[in-house]
């Protein structure tokens, strides 16, 4: 299988007008003969199903929770980037171009990414113009800061609640045409299958989540925009119900699976701090602006931090990465700090964290500033811990967080099955090996808002004579009945152990040997165990409760039974690059003082999976990475 | 620390509720609240009963999902706290907790503590929003919004659509909810040009669905995990007024 990534001709900033000169177009009159389903109601989803609805096509919104407005897109904090250059300091597409590339660690396609850079331009006038309430200097203009990995002010920011006043935004947009009756919402519903009929993706099997009703859905086309999959660690940054079932079951019928071993493990969550634990809570990255990285000088220190005196402090990143210090990016940082942590300086109760100092900040500014800046994130932190982070520094350590990988897809955000697309963080598209911060809500919204509404009429206008698609069909029946089967199987076991214990057994075993770093024995030693532990837990889950009815048991045993086989992937995924590029640490290929060292010429591709059946190894397919513009450089942030 | 619970069971939407014991032991004080409702979970699978459903995502207090009535109080004791940024250390050790979901009309019960917010996305269908298509806005800084300006409606915006206002209430009133949309839209020049279409609908929308009329009790403000100010509600009563008054649509 060769892969087409219908990368457009022409220079590289002519790219994508060339494309959108050339794509076909759906005449008003036809669009409401088409049908579209769009999963998944965060950014990339609802800014796609508004855009979509708006254009008058029929559109049907599916999401898990009870309001699209829930959907995980709502905790972002720290901003979205954009290249508008308002603080005159060097900014340009290009060079957002250039620093997203680098950042991801030269593992994205320049096409992809230089499209997100020039689509930034316009999100921030749509958001705007939403009524979203960025922060603005006192004459009434934009305000915005820096970022992880960067050296210009390009982060536009909604205090620290910016992907909440983002979704808002698309939320609002979306409940417009919800009102003018153009888009269906159907929340509280889970999508199960991906139906396929002659090859094209036709539809999806979705279960009621309060009445537990199986139900089919027909369309001429699908969209999948259901975020990451980084609570397969189940400790993470992510919401609860994050999960990865739809892009896998997406998978399993066919779509490739790209670069799934990819997960962004963020430098600046709380630390765990005890067993009962469900997740790891965020502190935005934007706090690295003011906050500085420390960790006593001395193995096993007790003193509390204020009683450290400024001599014996380790200012590990403004020390290894002088040009960057504190703001080195995500995978830099991460690492940095596990290192400290596993070398015996780890602070706090369980010796798990770093300490985030404002004081120099609070001293040179003023409390009242710095609590203008990050006042919300400073209450999270005494809400959860109890501690007064103005008073003494707070606790940080690395935790999973964002997935790079997901559905393979090609320019148009095609998956390799026509007609099914992937957006956003459920695609692997555009961030590399790493994504820099506030990329991630900026490629979300303008994979729904800019070019699916381009991309999919390219591909719909060859099914405007192919008339309604029905949901009696053979197609449409067997993957019902293939749910049905699942859900019963899940429910007979009536076994010992709860769905959250094999979810916990899982987590930690990839946080051990698919985390922050791996190795080849590792690795080969994690499929093991989890192919051990997927038996164990076909063979002895307890799912409680009834199938017809509200039951969050067996919600969580499907998404976990998913989770198995992704992070089976994940390590397969792993074991085959024998480099470290990225948030992939492979220690074997390290530089004698401990820098990843990618390998290009044998690397250089993305990893495509292919699913092969529950009992085969998955296949790899390679998409060679072809860089024009810029050529890779040793990524070194010193 | 140990804790009593007296938790409302209830099928589902038509059967009829009531409370039930259970009992916990060796909590810790660190846990949050949601966390100590897992622990009672597993024990409940385990035990072969069946876990009781509650609503909850994000875990951090943002995505608004996790209401329930704690001790007759909207996401318990802490003010301006969601329920899942509450933890053990805000009982005592032995305590009886009581834990019910929101009550309100406009909520019907769907589960044990889950309930149906549909209405508010309701609402929000019926107006909230600026009616702007997608793909050609103009530059950002084209419309210039003062620091202060930008600041306050971030107040109002702020909303997690929890509804903890509502539960709170005894009118069963959706002001503070709707009100802060209507202000963070009217005190912006991008949502200037609906007001008066705006707060006549959203506030139609609110009755027809069953939430009851604010008589300024001002409990919702407590209650309130994001503070939303009840000077919102006196907004929306001047926006509609001056709607009402230039009766105009638009
Ligand atoms: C705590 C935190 C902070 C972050 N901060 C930032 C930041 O400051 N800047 C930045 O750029 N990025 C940030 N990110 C990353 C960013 O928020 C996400 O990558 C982005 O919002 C993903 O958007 P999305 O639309 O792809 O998916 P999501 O917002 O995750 O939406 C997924 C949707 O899919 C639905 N769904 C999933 N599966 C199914 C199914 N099977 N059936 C039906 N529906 C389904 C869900 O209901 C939901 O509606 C942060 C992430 C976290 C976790
Ligand atoms: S106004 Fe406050 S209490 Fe009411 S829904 Fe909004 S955040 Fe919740
Ligand atoms: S679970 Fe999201 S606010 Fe509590």
């Not at chain 1, 935004?169 to 889970?190: N, P, T």
């Not at chain 2, 318990?76 to 979901?101: A, M, V």
């Not at chain 2, 006549?200 to 919702?220: K, P």
Request: charged share 25%.
């Amino acid at each position: 299988m060769i892969l087409d990534s219908k990368i457009p001709q022409g220079p590289l900033e002519q790219k994508w007008d060339n494309y959108k000169k050339k794509a076909k177009l759906v005449n008003p009159a036809n669009r409401k003969k088409l049908d579209i389903i769009v999963v998944g109601t965060g950014l990339a989803g609802s800014s796609a199903a508004a855009s979509l609805g708006e254009m008058g096509y029929n559109v049907k919104s599916f999401c898990f929770q009870d309001s699209p407005r829930r959907a995980h897109s709502v905790a972002a904090q720290g901003g979205v980037n954009a290249a508008k250059n308002y603080k005159n300091d060097g900014d340009s597409v290009y060079r957002m171009f250039a620093d997203t590339l680098k950042g991801g660690d030269f593992r994205a396609r320049e096409a992809n990414v230089y499209r997100m850079a020039e689509c930034s331009l316009n999100l921030i006038d749509q958001a705007v113009a939403q009524g979203v309430p960025f922060g603005r200097e006192y004459g009434g203009y934009l305000n915005n800061r820096s970022f992880g990995g960067v050296q210009v002010s390009r982060t536009f920011y909604a205090r620290g609640q910016t992907g909440q006043q983002l979704l808002l935004g698309a939320y609002q947009a979306l409940m417009r045409q919800v009102g003018k009756g153009s888009v269906q919402l159907f929340s509280r519903h889970e999508m199960l299958d991906l139906v396929i009929i002659d090859g094209k993706a036709r539809g999806i099997i979705v279960r009621n989540l309060d009445t537990g009703e199986i139900e089919r859905h027909a369309a001429h086309a699908v969209i999948l925009a259901t975020g990451g999959y980084g609570k397969i660690y189940y400790l993470s940054t992510l919401a609860m119900g994050c999960n990865g079932s739809a892009i896998w079951r997406a998978h399993k019928k066919g779509a490739l699976m790209a670069s799934p071993s990819w997960i962004q493990v963020h430098p600046t969550s709380l630390p765990q701090s005890g067993d009962y634990q469900s997740k790891l809570t965020l502190m935005s990255e934007s706090l690295r602006n003011d906050g500085r990285i420390w960790v006593p000088a001395k193995q096993d220190e007790n003193r509390a931090p204020n009683d450290i005196p400024e001599n014996e402090r380790d200012y590990y990143l403004e020390r290894r990465y002088p040009a960057f210090g504190n703001l080195a990016p995500r995978d830099i940082s991460s690492r940095a700090a596990k290192e400290r942590i596993d070398a015996g300086y780890g602070t706090g109760p369980l010796k798990n964290a770093v300490y985030l100092d404002f004081s120099k900040a609070i001293k040179e500014q003023g409390k009242e500033k710095i609590k203008e800046k990050y006042g919300n994130l400073f209450d999270m932190y005494l809400k959860i811990t109890g501690y007064d982070a103005y008073k003494e520094p707070m606790m940080i350590s690395p935790s999973a967080h964002f997935s790079m990988g997901g559905l393979w897809v090609d320019y148009e955000l095609m998956t390799t099955i026509p007609g099914l697309f992937a957006l956003g963080e459920a695609n692997f598209a555009d961030h590399g090996a790493n994504r820099l911060g506030a990329n991630s809500l900026l490629q979300a919204s303008v994979d729904g808002y800019f070019i699916a509404p381009y991309t999919i009429a390219n591909y719909l206008a060859d099914e405007i004579h192919t008339g309604k698609i029905s949901p009696d069909t053979p197609e449409f029946e067997q993957a019902e009945n293939a749910v049905k089967k699942q859900i019963q199987d899940l429910m007979n076991i009536k076994g010992t152990k709860t769905v959250d214990y094999f979810h916990k057994t899982l987590g930690k075993l990839l946080y051990d040997y698919c985390g922050l770093a791996r190795n080849e024995k590792g690795l080969q030693y994690a499929i093991q165990e989890i192919r051990k532990l997927k038996q164990e837990f076909h063979k002895d889950v307890r799912v409680s409760g009834q199938v017809n009815t509200m039951n969050a048991e067996l919600e969580k045993a499907g998404r976990v039974a998913d989770y198995f086989e992704i992070g089976e992937l994940m390590c397969y995924d792993a074991l085959t690059r024998n480099e470290s590029c990225g948030a992939h640490f492979r220690e074997e290929f390290q530089t004698p003082d401990g820098e990843a060292m990618r390998n290009d010429a044998e690397y250089q591709f993305i990893s495509a999976w292919k699913w092969t059946g529950e009992n085969g190894e998955p296949e790899l397919i390679r998409e060679p990475l072809i860089f024009e513009e810029i050529q890779p450089t040793v990524r070194s942030y010193k | 620390m140990d804790l009593h619970l007296k938790i409302w069971r209830q099928k589902d939407r038509k059967s009829e509720g009531k409370l039930v014991n259970y009992d916990l032991k060796g909590l810790n004080p660190h846990m949050s609240f949601l966390e100590m409702l897992d622990t009672l979970n597993e024990k409940l699978i385990i035990e072969g009963d069946e876990p009781v459903e509650f609503d909850h995502d994000c875990r951090e207090g943002i995505c608004g999902q996790c209401g329930m009535m704690i001790n007759g109080i909207a996401h318990g004791p802490l003010k301006h706290t969601t329920t899942c940024q509450l933890h053990l250390r805000s009982f005592k050790d032995g305590e009886t907790i009581l834990i019910e979901p929101f009550k309100a009309e406009a909520f019907p019960v769907k589960k044990d503590l889950k309930v149906d917010r549909s209405a508010f996305d309701r609402i929000i269908s019926s107006g909230g929003f600026v009616s702007v298509n997608t793909g050609q806005a103009p530059d950002a800084t084209a419309i210039p919004v003062t620091h202060q300006t930008a600041e306050e409606a971030f107040d109002s915006a702020a909303c997690i659509g929890c509804g903890a206002c509502v539960a709170t209430c005894k009118n069963g009133s959706a002001a503070l909810f709707t009100s802060a949309k209507i202000t963070h839209m009217a005190l912006l020049p991008q949502g200037k040009e609906e007001r008066s279409k705006r707060v006549l609908d959203m506030v139609a929308q609110m009755d027809a669905e069953l939430f009851g009329h604010c008589s300024n009790t001002e409990a919702c403000e407590v209650e309130c995990p994001q503070g939303i100010s009840v000077l919102n509600i006196a907004r929306m009563n001047f926006e509609y007024n001056r709607a009402l008054f230039f009766n105009k649509k638009g």
